[in-house]
């Protein structure tokens, strides 16, 4: 008797062990898609032109008169 309950723990424990090891990761649930937040500031494309003097481009103001220089202290009218 003490050898055929030996025999079905033996059997017991390879068919558990067996299960333990060919196991499956547990699967991941689907990623849900993050709200897309904007960007807290945008960036805005804007116009520019070579200053006249110097090369360096400067933004487009139409606040400022034509031919007027970029204000760098660097670069002067001759």
């Known amino acids: ?3 055929f309950l030996l025999l079905i723990l033996l059997v ?3 068919w558990y062990g067996w299960r ?4 499956k ?3 991941k649930p689907p990623a849900a898609a993050e709200p897309q937040t904007p960007p807290a500031q945008k960036t805005i ?4 032109k070579p200053c006249p003097v ?12 034509p031919g007027q220089t ?9």
């Open 25 to 27: 990761p547990p699967a």
């Open 45 to 48: 494309a804007e116009d520019l």
């Open 54 to 65: 110097c090369g360096t481009y400067m933004v487009v103001d139409p606040n400022k008169t």
């Open 12 to 14: 017991a424990a390879v």
């Open 70 to 78: 970029c204000g760098r202290p660097d670069c002067r009218p001759a």
């Open 20 to 23: 333990y090891i060919n196991r």
């Open 1 to 3: 008797m003490l050898k």
